[in-house]
């Protein structure tokens, strides 16, 4: 089974983006549009203290009527954050996704963000274990 450290180590290259809870969630969502992503890893003193995605800008600012350049991100971002390890499997970090209703995932060495996931780059993974899975047992049925 795929670890989330393969998963990662797959996106090599790709930037972690992260904002400040002081930012305005204008800076924000500009952010996320300009890197083409749906969610912000939310850091202070190095420390992930939340994260921030579309979702929360779509229900906490349009729906609320408030404005994005005099909201900070603290003001709407998700705190509870819920993180794996790279040890962590795909098949659990999707049991993960599934029960708390997320898309992204931080991932963590101890108190270190190491990485950023999100349910495609796991769909992504499971996909290529089936095809490999696959692939095998036609070379096993073939002979």
Known sequence: MTTVAQVIQDKAGQE?????PNATVLAAITLMANKGIGAL???QD???VGILSERDYTRKIALMQRTSDHTTVAEIMTPK??????????EECLNLM????????????????VGFISIG???????EDQRKLIEQLQQYISG
């Open 81 to 90: 954050v819920i993180s794996v390890m790279p040890s962590h499997t795909v």
């Open 41 to 43: 890893v939310v850091t």
């Open 16 to 20: 972690i983006h992260t904002i400040s």
């Open 98 to 113: 599934t029960d708390g209703h997320l898309r992204h995932l931080p991932v963590m060495e101890g108190d270190k963000l």
């Open 46 to 48: 190095s420390k992930v």
């Open 121 to 127: 780059d796991l769909v992504k993974a499971t996909m």
